[in-house]
Structure formats: structure tokens, C-alpha cells
């Protein structure tokens, strides 16, 4: 049984190393991409010019005007990134995608982004993210830059491959003779050993060590991969939900100050979230509600009220908040926060980047000993 096993662990390691080291690295570069961006670049998200009043900013639709002057022709704005402290600047991003193309430089038709000083409308910076750095690493990191219907499915199935990598991993981990020589060895990597052992031990004692983390990266990297396996955890877990009772909200009126109702909503959201970290917009056709993420918390996700608001009567149609999801859709709503780190601030997005440095390293040392074994057998 342990050589069918060991067998399994071998070659569905050589089939998914080399997309494993790429989803790894590139998972472990992004960890830190908001903190970094905000130290790279502190000209595109903070205020330069202090010589203004800050006390209101221009409206919104003023501002995505301004935002769509900057771009070139036929490029519009499809969401808006709205900072509520006084020194962030606003970032306007023009998207659009084809799903069915192949490769990355196909797969955005264009992707532009546009920091405005919202007070004043100053155009601070224009980004073209199609060649920035972070987002080339994120699409590394989703699909191999191989495009969304083609890279996303090899990355999924190679994610799926690797839980089975780490289970087979763990039976092999287990000594076959259960003393406490061999069991302190299964646990300990011996520095002071040949390279030859020193690189068996870094796969073996770290892959043990780091396979509750990969078996996190895997669940939550699948919920992103496959839409349906998403709704299947959904509801699996809603079925232990006894009858609970969802929190009800009597929506409150929205003043319609200006003749815009994306501008009143804004507004609205602005005065009723003022320790907000961020709100996102996305822009919709004129028969769908306004669309208003509010996050909470800084780098999460799963602290969220959403709003959506009428745009021919500019009043609530509807809340969504964390405090009023079912069991499956609150457990859902943590998949980006656990799958990046950031459910925890600094000390889990510190542990994500060593384990998924760790997790880049294995299939590198995995080939390793599978090179050494071939040499022995010649």
C-alpha cells in the first residue's frame, strides 16, 4: 500500500510541480501588495496638493467624467475605489475583459486605472494595470497568464492535485516503525546532516508542518476556481442552520440633494460609514441598482455592508451585511481574508508569506530526491 501511495505522491507531483511553484510564488508575492503598493507608489493613493478644502468632495459623476477624459477613446469606468480619510486619494478603474481569449495580453482588452484628488479633481496619476507589476503576479497567481477559461481551470485542477499531493504526503510522513527515534526524526530537520538528507528533511518535515495551511490555500483557492463548488459549500453548510432568524433593516430615507442618485448615494454612505476603510463602486446600466461595497476593516473583506440603491428613486432596495448572512454564506465570505492572510492583520499575512514560500519550495525539493533515487537506481 505505501508504495501505490508513494507511487501517487511521485508522479502527480512531477505533473503539478511547475504549476505549483508559479501559484505559490506569485501567492506569496501577493500577500503584502496592498501594504507595498501604498509604500511604492504613495503618489497614485495619497494627496499631494494640501492647498484646499477638504471638507467635501466633488461629486461623484463630476469625478468619473474628469477620470473618462483621461482614458483613451471607448474606455469607460466600471468601478470606483472610495477612501473616506481625507488624504487618500479616489482610484477610478476602467475594465474589460474576454473571458474566452487566450493568454493574459488577450484576456484584458484593457485595464486602466485613474487617482483623483477628489477635492479638487486633479488627475494624480494614470495606471495602466494591464503592464503593473502586482496584477501581472495576481494573474500568474489565477491563471498562468493563460486567460480565465483555459489558465483557471489548469490552475483549479492542479489546486485539487495538490490536496491529494499533501494527504499522500502525510501517509508517507508516518514512520513505518513507531519509535521514538524514528518519530523525533519525522519532526526534526537535522541541520548538521549531508546535503542529500538535509533536503529530504526540508521536504518531508516542512511538507508535515505546512500541510494544514496547504489544505486552506486548497480549499479557498478552489471556492475561487469553481463557482459551483462554491455553492456547494454554500449549502452544505446552510443545512446546520436551524431556522435562524435573519436580521431585518427598515431602510432609511436617502435626501436627493442632487439630481443624480449615485451622487445621494454616495453621499448618504459617506455620512453613515465615516470610519469606513473603503467603499467600492461598481458602476451599473441605468435598470440595475446602484452597487455600494462598504469594507469595514482595512484589508478585509468579510466586514462589509452592501448596499443597493434605486437609481430612479435614489432610496434602499436592499441591504446585505455580514451580520445577516446564513451560516454558509458568512463561512464564504471569509474565503478571501483566509485564503490571503488577512483575517488576522500582520501576524497572519506574515505566516501566509512563509507558508506559501514553504509550499513553493517542495516541489523543488520533492524533484530533488526523485533525481537522486534515479541516480542510485543507474
Not at 442632487?258 to 467603499?279: D, P, T
Request: hydrophobic share 40%; glycine share 6%; charged share 20%.
Amino acid at each position: 500500500m505505501r508504495k501505490k501511495i508513494n507511487w501517487l505522491h511521485k508522479w502527480l507531483g512531477i505533473l503539478t510541480g511547475s504549476i505549483v511553484l508559479l501559484v505559490s510564488i506569485s501567492g506569496c508575492l501577493y500577500v503584502f501588495q496592498d501594504d507595498l503598493k501604498v509604500l511604492f507608489y504613495p503618489e497614485k493613493y495619497f494627496i499631494i496638493s494640501e492647498n484646499h478644502n477638504k471638507n467635501k468632495p466633488i461629486e461623484l459623476t463630476s469625478l468619473i467624467a474628469i477620470a473618462e477624459k483621461a482614458l483613451p477613446n471607448n474606455q469607460i469606468i466600471s468601478r470606483v475605489e472610495v477612501f473616506p480619510q481625507k488624504n487618500r486619494t479616489w482610484v477610478f478603474k476602467a475594465l474589460k475583459t474576454n473571458n474566452n481569449a487566450l493568454f493574459y495580453t488577450n484576456y484584458h482588452v484593457y485595464h486602466k486605472q485613474v487617482f483623483l484628488n477628489p477635492y479638487t479633481g486633479e488627475v494624480q496619476h494614470f495606471e495602466n494595470s494591464k503592464k503593473e507589476f502586482f496584477n501581472i503576479v495576481l494573474q500568474i497567481h489565477m491563471n498562468l497568464l493563460l486567460g480565465k477559461k483555459y489558465g483557471s481551470l489548469i490552475v483549479g485542477i492542479a489546486t485539487l492535485l495538490f490536496v491529494i499531493i499533501g494527504l499522500s504526503g502525510l501517509c508517507l510522513w508516518i514512520p513505518k516503525n513507531l519509535k521514538k527515534r524514528n518519530l523525533k526524526q519525522a519532526f526534526t530537520i537535522k541541520t548538521n546532516a549531508k546535503i542529500k538528507r538535509l533536503n529530504y528533511d526540508l521536504h518531508n518535515v516542512l511538507g508535515f508542518y505546512i500541510l494544514p495551511f496547504v489544505l486552506i490555500f486548497c480549499f479557498t483557492g478552489l471556492i475561487f476556481a469553481f463557482p459551483d463548488f462554491k455553492n456547494v459549500v454554500t449549502k452544505s453548510f446552510d443545512v446546520f442552520q436551524s431556522n435562524k432568524k435573519v436580521k431585518s433593516y427598515s431602510y432609511e430615507f436617502i435626501p436627493q440633494k442632487e439630481a443624480n442618485s449615485l451622487n445621494n448615494g454616495l453621499a448618504y454612505i459617506l455620512q453613515n460609514h465615516v470610519n469606513a476603510s473603503q467603499i467600492s463602486i461598481r458602476l451599473k446600466d441605468k435598470n440595475e441598482p446602484h452597487d455600494f461595497q462598504v469594507r469595514l476593516q482595512k484589508g478585509k473583506t468579510s466586514a462589509f455592508f452592501w448596499y443597493y440603491i434605486n437609481q430612479t428613486s435614489g432610496q434602499i432596495i436592499n441591504i446585505k451585511s455580514y451580520k445577516n448572512l446564513s451560516l454558509g454564506t458568512k463561512i464564504t465570505s471569509y474565503n478571501y481574508d483566509l485564503h490571503t492572510g488577512n483575517i488576522g492583520g500582520f501576524t497572519t499575512k506574515l505566516i501566509a508569506f512563509f507558508a506559501a514560500l514553504i509550499c513553493a519550495s517542495l516541489p523543488i525539493t520533492g524533484f530533488i530526491i526523485w533525481q537522486n533515487k534515479r541516480r542510485k537506481k543507474s
